[in-house]
């Protein structure tokens, strides 16, 4: 979605996100100090990975 001309009005960023999705679009985990994660807005749709040695 980079052309501001495909909304007719300013597009929420769930707006943005779903159509991004609906386009096939998937996030890149960024690898940190605490192992690969989502980043950024993105991450409200994927859980947090959770490690199953803390069980």
């Known amino acids: 979605m980079t ?3 495909v909304w007719n009005h300013r597009p929420t960023a769930q ?3 779903d159509a991004r999705l609906a386009a096939g679009w998937r996030p890149t ?3 940190t100090r605490s192992g690969d994660v989502i980043l950024g807005y993105a991450a409200c749709v994927w859980p947090p990975k959770v490690d199953s040695a803390q069980d």
């Open 3 to 5: 052309a501001v001309a």
């Open 15 to 17: 707006e943005l996100l």
């Open 29 to 31: 985990p960024t690898a």
